[in-house]
């Protein structure tokens, strides 16, 4: 039977149509009619009726940024639809009777289909951090998507590595995403171009673009072996591993996933992480320590999450299936 | 159907028989032989051969500090046992046959108790802090225990706070341990003796008991408002209190829970950690906000978690029942 899977981002509405397996049979896309709470209802509910048309479907799954609430039911704050305390949920039922319908956290979606489809597969405890322009986070624990009491559990950007450290968003200082960020990554290499030395490349290349490092250069430089640009990432790397060592602490995963734009770097970020890591564990060597991956479902891994998690909540195979039953969890 | 819950403790070990709900009908105690596993298994054995004589007994559950595997069978570390990969449970079971018997740690025994029986009845989402000497966690999410992918998951006490800060006895520095255990009191403590000023009763106690500030000073001070006693646990739940606000990112509980010595301090140790929490919550307005409760199960409590766990893994009632039938787990 199949679930449908939608991801509202900032820029664009993704929709699929979602197998057991996790394979994506069609998938649709629309614009983000962004800050018009009602032409949102309208784009999901007409992607769901077209994905689901002549299909047998048993539920749909919608995620968005922002904080839902533990019964996947109302959006307490969205910042890409400017909603406060709506009740999602409803207002897509309303107009399509018959389906089970859930609200997830876009993170917590795109963390839930690499647990099951991809990098976390085989095991019953999973962090994920997805290294974007911010950092985000998704949890799995027992074999089951870590909501936390109120919906707002796996925020792992807002884990504070530096007291009084630099302002984030969030209205606190020090969080690891101004640390472990795309955004932070071109401070580090903004930084290293300023010094000289191994930086020169970075400097030329921010000189040869109006004077602004942006993703695409720091990336190719790092490709390249550019050693400021490596020497950049390493920085980010070193403060990632040691938020890691902190939520090992806490949460103790089988192993830790890196995705988004930043973790395509693959070992030139998980090497330093890795590394870092094992420096500031507690009581390292006490205890087996957890493998670094990078994640496998780089594309549609919202719409995939969401779906599957739809899916469970309508009565699927329990939530904490593994997609390998040899290693299912308990 | 009973079960029997044993815990090892540094200078003894207890055993209780514990009934489904959560009560103790009989308890015993013994010196604990440290550092002699041989004799602790001989100990253990004869508890619980004494305390289920006659009795009908589902299973028997040994709580002891360190960490253990997650399938609750193996000690990776005891400190108190000097132990290190020993099949603790194997031991038993041999000498205890057609009892179904299970190892946890002492601390997330002591939070089950918490949360099935004590501060934490009636969740989904709770995390304990217990501050004695130094700061224990328990973490319970979805209505199960989180043990973690290794069994190490709830070392609170080494989520770090401050980047190289004061050494932790875990290898690393400025753990929270430092900042907001019993011992991280006594320094708060004898520096605002030093400092003169509100200072001059913890100086004054201290000079009467040959320059040392000990738990029971401070705690006697803490109790008659003094001021230096009161700023000196002020500092103390403003740094649980940053704490709090990183782990409500990543678990986002309903409920914190303060068990331990120092919390007996009741709402004079609370009141400023709430109010350090609020300021540092990253998000704050935009999501609901956990409740700070004092543990209610002050003694026994890890004999108590201990039975019950053992109880639910020889297949009693599901993990997550909660004690309060209304409000239970999913």
Redesign the interface.
């Known amino acids: 039977v199949h679930a449908i899977g939608i991801d509202i981002g900032g820029t664009k509405v993704a929709g699929a149509l979602v197998t057991e397996a996790g394979d994506i049979l069609r998938l649709e896309r629309r614009p983000t009619p962004a800050g018009d709470p009602a032409a949102i209802v309208d784009v999901v509910v007409e992607l769901v009726r077209e994905l689901g048309d002549g299909e047998q479907v048993v539920a749909a799954g919608v995620a968005a940024a922002g904080?839902i609430d533990?019964a996947q039911s109302t959006v307490?704050?969205a910042p890409n639809i400017n909603w406060r305390s709506e009740p999602f949920r409803d207002r897509l039922s309303d107009r399509l009777p018959g389906l089970d319908i859930t609200i997830d956290n876009d993170a917590n979606a795109a963390g839930w289909a690499e647990y099951r489809f991809g990098a976390g597969r085989g095991?019953?405890?999973m962090t994920m951090l997805t290294i974007g322009t911010g950092v985000g986070?998704a949890?799995v624990?027992?074999g089951?998507l870590?909501?936390?009491?109120?919906?707002?559990?796996?925020?792992?950007?807002?884990?504070?590595?530096?007291?009084g450290g630099h302002p984030?968003g969030?209205?606190?200082k020090g969080?690891i995403e101004q640390y472990g960020s795309g955004r932070a990554l071109m401070r580090f290499a903004g930084e290293i171009a300023d010094a000289g030395g191994i930086g020169q490349s970075l400097a030329r290349a921010r000189a040869a673009n109006d004077g602004v490092l942006d993703g695409a250069i720091v990336a190719r430089l790092i490709e390249d072996d550019d050693p400021g640009a490596r020497a950049a990432l390493r920085e980010l790397g070193d403060w990632l591993g040691?938020a890691c060592?902190?939520?090992?602490?806490?949460?103790?995963?089988?192993?830790f996933v890196f995705g988004g734009g930043v973790a395509s770097a693959g070992d030139r970020l998980l090497d330093p992480v890795r590394e870092s890591f094992l420096a500031?564990?507690?009581?390292?060597g006490?205890?087996?320590e957890?493998g670094f991956l990078a994640a496998q479902l780089v594309n549609d891994a919202g719409v995939v999450g969401a779906a599957d998690l739809a899916r469970i909540h309508a009565g699927g195979p329990a939530e904490s299936a593994s997609a390998d039953p040899v290693t299912a969890a308990e």
Do not use: K, M, W
Not at 245 to 254: C, T
């Open positions: 904080f533990a307490y704050y095991t019953t405890d986070g949890i624990t027992n089951r870590l909501r936390g009491g109120f919906g707002a559990a796996g925020e792992i950007g807002h884990l504070r590595v530096v007291p984030c969030c209205g606190q969080c040691q060592a902190s939520i090992a602490a806490v949460l103790d995963p089988q192993v500031h564990l507690p009581a390292r006490f205890h087996p957890p």
